[in-house]
């Protein structure tokens, strides 16, 4: 289990990440998600001890700089093109197998693992951001460690890499390692992560799984659609129901389908369509992050 | 430890910056070596019994800097391309990076001057003896002239890499090492006049060459001149540590 306690960084006058607190469960996938300038990649950084801040992260107990060689403990891609442009991608993983005291044998391993043997002795100077990012994947998965902490993996994969890592990383956590992965693709997130880590403004907003997120933090609704909608409007608005016209229907809630299709009846008014509609995790982050965007577009922008 | 000091050797000898650099002094050597001193070699530098010995003075004295650029290139590319979070995840001590990189400079800085403090003589040679030429017979002071070669060149990278260790910014940092041994200290001559001597850069060249100014007329020696230049070197190493240490990695 990774276990963060009371993470802390300053950028002069910037709180970038305020007090946090968590904990990664083993042998699970965990998202972590917020909006631009959260303080996701300074949390990931103050974990692995490369920002200097307060708090203390412990890995099965232990500081990363308790173990002799951290990087057979936890792999890590927090930035794709972290490698140099001339160096190819078998000298690179090789630099990383050296000092992490890996058998270099792994290095084509998992060149295989990731797709990229038939590039392995070119120059990654042009690789685009899904080779990058492969190549990132490939370093983190070096030493086969029992953590990754991934910051945006997906960023750059074409749809068939996403469904790529995504199996990927389900299979790797599957073998009882433990992943700690953030992503802005929220409906990706909700496909592989079983749990979530919420940050915005950098305080923790949730920790916990997304079923649970999900479920505790939006109200499902009723979408019906009637050719007398503006009736059915009232009579759900008699009964204090919360009613939105949406999509040339209605939503409704506060009430359940057999509930809305008996009120509906009684009226004698035809629907449609009667159907429940569940809140998604973008609709949830949504919610939960409304007033912790760093960056937030302008209404005007947004509706053009 | 030993991991980590052969993932360093292979950082620098697994780009091509290192391979270019090296061919660049070369080409510079054969030039200035074979070729001016050599070939085109002056009558009264072919009856001076030291023509050799400056020779490798001369030679050490232009392509050190060609040993600094792969040192300092060997740090900034860390922080450039940010293989610097791959460097201090591997490790459970910054300070074990940096002892790494210390000796990893240190060998390539030796080999480098080694190299061509025995080529640049011999090209010399060679480029006289293509010439039909004959030179009168050499003193070549083996002790003096190794010390000052060997220390001149670890000097300059090392001081290059705490100049890249300060600043970590490539542009910059090569900007710096390209002025401040010449247009800083040749300017600050105005001001300091024979005190210049005292200046890090060129105290170190008053190691490898003597005087390296013919207006300096109170000079000291090449053994003061060390105890100066490694004074600078110690302090700015310990202050570039303590950054190490305490600096966020990017």
Known sequence: MIKASHLSKHFKETLAVNDISFEVETGKVTGFLGPNGAGKSTTMRLMLGLDIGGGKTKFDDKLLQEYAHPSQVVGILLEAKAYHPTRTPRNHLKILATAGNVKLSRVDEVLDIVGLKDVAKKSPGKFSLGMSQRLGIAAAILANPKYLILDEPANGLDPEGIVWLREFLKSYADDGNTIFVSSHLLAEMSQLADNVIVIGKGKLIASTSIKKLVSTNSKSSVFIRSPKLSQLQQLFTDKSLIVKEVDNGLEITGAKTDEIGQIAFKSGIPLLELANRHASLEDVFLELTENAEEFKAHEAAKGK | ?250
């Open chain 2, 1 to 250: 430890m030993i991991n980590t000091i052969k993932a360093e050797f292979k950082k620098l000898f697994t780009v091509r910056s290192t391979y270019a650099i090296f061919g660049i002094a070369l080409l510079l050597v054969i030039f200035f070596t074979f070729y001016i001193s050599g070939w085109r070699i002056d009558s009264a530098d072919l009856h001076n019994p030291t023509t050799l010995a400056s020779d490798i003075t001369g030679a050490i004295d232009v392509i050190s800097i060609f040993a600094a650029l792969s040192a300092l290139l060997l740090i900034t590319h860390e922080y450039r391309y940010n293989t610097i979070m791959y460097s201090l995840t591997s490790v459970n001590n910054r300070s074990k990076i940096l002892i790494a990189k210390i000796l990893v400079i240190t060998g390539y800085a030796l080999l480098f001057t080694a190299i061509f403090a025995v080529l640049s003589p011999l090209l010399s040679v060679l480029g006289i003896d293509l010439h039909h030429l004959k030179l009168v017979p050499q003193i070549i002071p083996y002790k003096t002239l190794i010390w000052h070669c060997l220390f001149y060149g670890w000097g300059y990278v090392m001081a290059a890499s705490v100049i890249a260790l300060l600043i970590r910014n490539q542009v910059a940092a090569i900007i710096t090492l390209f002025i401040a041994p010449g247009t800083i200290e040749a300017l600050l001559y105005l001001w300091l006049k024979n005190s210049v001597v005292y200046l890090p850069f060129t105290a170190l060249r008053v190691v490898l060459m003597g005087h390296p100014d013919q207006r300096i007329t109170v000079g000291i020696t090449p053994y003061h001149a060390l105890l100066v230049f490694m004074g600078y070197l110690l302090v700015s190493w310990a202050v570039a540590w303590v950054l190490f240490l305490r600096r966020d990695a990017n």
